[in-house]
């Protein structure tokens, strides 16, 4: 007792310290300073992007003005539709950048989810070698693979299609098959238990009981393989030669072509419309950048 | 007698399920196992046998022994200028990289309002990768109306050529990834989140200094995140590839000629496919090398709590 009135009593002792002192003003402090060093950053962050907008919106006479001009005058909203079809028709890239991007994600969900499920719950001999296999490859350069798979596709008759573009997808991607083998892991056993007594089939676990359970963990594979295809600029570079079968990402380039006389105002505007999915994904799905990029940090 | 007989059908029923799960395995891994024998499994060994043999993609091949990894190491020069840049941007921007991310997520990691609007916005840069954001950097250097040279001139600095300058076109691409570490800060930011508040509590009650605190508290419950960190982006910065290829082509001269880009020319532009393998396999054990040599040094600064629990 004597102890509780003893500490009682010290604690107005902390308003006789100078007021600069004492832990409010201390955290005012912190704030402000916390402010002071983040704002910078994350306006020279975002400064790239809002330069990038501003330039898509200039008329010629104006993008090469020294200092740069911030708002441009006019806003040449034209330069959108211009950029997009005036000269090459973005359209079609755009097409089949969104055939390659569904494509992988629906081929990515299901070949990945299924040997999820096999390696998390399902018991069978030589199995835990295929999973060492499946860590294995994760770690071979893409680099090492992509000569013979470029044989094997021209062998297949299949370059300037999309079809090596999209076929792999539906046969597993190592690193999606952990996060998810990671993610089935978490949940209990008892659940496929009591659903095997009520007499569901293996395939019926599977699709009815733990599918559903997963939707975070597939909506983070169906984010990063978004973002992954949609980037993506190897395989496209070295499959499509013809403009027709052109991905996005490939063909943004075209304006880069003429040297010296590059229309800048164009270039970024495609460059911007090709950023609006990314950035809007983002911003919707924030949650699941997070949860996917932590558990294959921390958990792996 | 009757309890054998009785027993014998369960058994055989027992065995069928076990059967029938292990046959249900190899169904649910089918696709990926079709896949690792079609697209990575098979191949990496065509890969090995090409890169013994001189094929060009069209022609015959011929088998030429280790000849493509004699002329790799002895004649080819571009192979160690590459491999001189690849080291030099790999050293600088996960050196750079690891160390602003750590920062970033040291700071966001105060207990103040408005950091998780900071978050969303440190973190962006790095999702929007690929040739739109290349293009952009392309803009952003240029060096007579770019937004670089004129922050510079702002404080008297009359900025370089950046990526039509010999020197300072590598500076241009690893100031320019130092922009996407908001993936590593988030890494790392969850492994500050991870560490027990008890442990600082227990430091201020021994009157310990913040810098002790984070010399003794937070680099050592942090090493494993780092090490990760730290790993996989030496592995990723070794295989760079497109910004170089659409901002620089690994000019000016053999300025920014990386590795990768070394092996893309060789397989698809020079038709040199039983080479450009064999360059491939060198990168192969370069990466392993280097993890290897990492995973041997981190027994030296990586901390595992559960290690000294368990020899305790």
């Excluded at chain 1, 955290?27 to 020279?44: D, G, N, Y």
């Excluded at chain 1, 000569?147 to 299609?161: C, D, E, K, S």
């Excluded at chain 2, 696709?31 to 079609?38: A, C, D, N, T, V």
Aim: proline content about 6%; some cysteine.
């Amino acid at each position: 007792m004597q102890q509780v009135a003893g500490q009682t009593e010290t604690v107005p002792v902390h308003y006789d310290v100078a007021w600069y002192k004492r832990p409010e003003t201390r955290q005012v402090f912190k704030t402000i300073l916390f402010f002071a060093i983040a704002i910078p950053i994350a306006v020279a962050l975002i400064l790239p992007f809002l330069w990038m907008v501003s330039t898509s919106l200039k008329v010629p006479k104006q993008i090469f003005k020294f200092p740069p001009i911030w708002i441009p005058n006019p806003i040449q909203w034209q330069n959108y539709p211009d950029a997009w079809t005036k000269y090459t028709n973005f359209n079609i890239p755009l097409m089949n950048s969104l055939i390659v991007t569904l494509t992988n994600i629906a081929g990515n969900l299901f070949s990945c989810s299924l040997a999820a499920y096999g390696f998390a719950r399902l018991r069978a001999p030589g199995k835990n070698i295929l999973f060492m296999l499946v860590l294995g490859t994760m770690m071979v350069p893409m680099w090492v693979t992509l000569i013979p798979q470029y044989v094997l596709f021209a062998r297949l008759g299949w370059t300037n299609t999309l079809l090596p573009l999209t076929v792999p997808a539906w046969f597993g991607w190592p690193f999606f098959i952990f996060l998810l083998r990671q993610f089935f892991l978490t949940l209990p056993k008892e659940l496929d238990d009591a659903a095997r007594i009520d007499g569901a089939s293996t395939w019926g676990i599977f699709s009815r009981i733990l599918l559903p359970l997963t939707k975070p963990a597939l909506a983070t594979v169906a984010v990063f393989s978004f973002i992954g295809n949609w980037n993506n600029f190897i395989a496209p570079l070295i499959y499509l030669r013809d403009p027709e079968k052109q991905t996005l990402a490939l063909a943004m380039q075209r304006f880069q072509g003429t040297q010296g006389n590059v229309q800048y105002n164009y270039m970024m505007a495609v460059a911007v419309i090709s950023l609006i999915p990314i950035i809007v994904l983002f911003f919707v799905a924030q949650r699941f950048f997070v949860q996917g990029i932590v558990m294959s940090g921390i958990k792996g | 007698m009757t309890a054998s007989t009785a027993t014998q059908p369960v058994k055989q029923r027992k065995l069928s399920m076990r059967q029938r799960e292990s046959i249900d395995f190899y169904i649910a891994i089918a696709p990926w196992l079709i896949g690792f024998f079609l697209f990575t499994g098979g191949p990496i060994l065509f890969s090995m046998i090409m890169s013994l043999t001189d094929w060009s993609g069209l022609t015959t091949r011929n088998f030429i022994g280790i000849q493509n990894y004699v002329t790799m190491l002895g004649q080819d020069k571009l192979f160690w200028i590459s491999l001189k840049n690849t080291f030099y941007y790999a050293f600088a921007s996960v050196g750079l990289g690891t160390f602003g991310a750590l920062l970033a997520a040291m700071l966001l990691n105060q207990k103040v309002p408005g950091t998780s609007v900071f978050r969303t916005l440190f973190y962006l840069p790095s999702v929007t990768s690929g040739v739109a954001v290349a293009i952009m950097w392309i803009w952003m250097f240029n060096p007579q109306v770019g937004m670089i040279n004129y922050l510079l001139s702002l404080i008297g600095i009359k900025g370089p050529g950046w990526l039509n300058s010999q020197t300072w076109a590598m500076p241009a691409l690893i100031f320019m990834s130092l922009w996407g570490i908001g993936g590593n800060m988030i890494i790392i930011l969850a492994g500050l989140q991870g560490i027990p508040d008890h442990l600082y509590e227990a430091a201020k009650i021994d009157g310990a200094s913040k810098w002790t605190e984070f010399r003794n508290i937070t680099i050592p419950m942090l090493s494993p995140v780092l090490f990760f960190v730290i790993i996989i982006s030496v592995i990723e910065s070794f295989q760079i590839f497109t910004n170089v290829y659409v901002m620089t082509r690994g000019g000016p001269g053999t300025a920014t000629l990386v590795y990768v880009m070394h092996l893309y020319l060789n397989a698809f532009e020079y038709q040199k496919m039983g080479y450009a393998s064999a360059l491939a396999w060198v990168l192969f054990l370069i990466i392993m090398a280097m993890t290897l040599i990492q995973l041997k040094a981190s027994n030296r600064w990586v901390y595992y709590e559960g290690d000294t629990e368990g020899g305790e």
